[in-house]
């Protein structure tokens, strides 16, 4: 790492996530908020260059201020893709997204939200949480199950329980590929996952529970998604997986595999989380306050883990941004929308 990394120029500096093979922080010499957003304007290439440099994932510090201002948020958001989602459209619960900004997701344990914290994995007193597949369930890259799926999420923290507990995971998927034989990834290459959303009960444990999936609506069907995608920016390979809540168990999860869970097609999913969630690829991010991690999901897998929701509150805000999938989804329309102008989210009102 060169000196220069460490200095601010320009009224910015970034920096490699230390011992890691991806990601980086950038900090802004002053705190005041117009001044961040004002510099960010003005070197948006650089920083954008830099980021997906680092594959795709950064921790911008103190932006504390933004709590107060929830439209700096999607200001910020937009320097990432040409769309910000609007959630207004596509969620039917007011609960689930901000009061007075509709491209806020609000994911709390706190009223009205009431969002659950994932288990808390089995540990020996002292022991540290494990990170990886199986052991730690949830990691998945958001929105999979919508062709043509989002770009990058930006999640800013607000309010955070203690530190060791509500860590974000990143898996840099693009270095997991890399690391497979060859032959697999050629085989990899000609497959596809199919995505569902955890709710309509095509899950793994969904299927394993004998649940009856939910009757869908066109535009609310599981989608397939390539096993390997190829970054638009990057030109770099990197798998394109979910964990087992969030692929289709019913009817995959591999296209042309043997289906169920104990089919062909998720011994060779589970094979793979497991592999992309090793050590190596795996960067924990401990959350401080005013934290905005910008995070690519075409190519990392991430997940929150366990915290103690009686004792504390985790707020975060999250934004998602679309509009550059990469070639294979080019001149499609979105599969989330209905053509009829029914609501996006009918018949899904518990989710
Ligand atoms: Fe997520």
Known sequence: MSKSDYQFRHGYRFSRLQDQGFGGVLEFESGDLDAVLDTFARHADSILARFYAVRGLMV??????IAE???ALVELSRWFGPEVEDYHQTLTSP????????????LSNAEPCNHPPPPKPAVAPGERLPTRFPEQVNWHTDQSYRRPPPDVTLLLA??????????????DCTAAFAALDPQLQHRLEQLQGIHAPSWIGRSRAAVENGEQPL?????QLP??????RR???????SLYICEEKQMDYVDGPIAGLETGPQGEGAMLLRELLAHATRDEFVYTHEWEPGDLLVADNRNLLHCATWYDAAEHTR???RTTVMGNPGSEYAGEAKTWIPRDGSDVMTGMENA
């Open 215 to 219: 009757k869908l609506l066109p535009h």
């Open 231 to 237: 970054h638009p920016l990057s030109g770099e390979k």
């Open 158 to 171: 607000v309010e955070l329980p203690p530190r060791d507990q509500g860590q974000t995971l990143f898996a």
């Open 60 to 65: 911008v510090k103190g932006l504390q201020a």
């Open 95 to 106: 609960r689930f997204f901000h009061d007075s900004v509709n491209e806020i997701l609000v």
């Open 69 to 71: 201002r929830p439209q």
């Open 223 to 228: 989608q397939r998604q390539p096993l390997v």
């Open 315 to 317: 707020l975060m805000w």
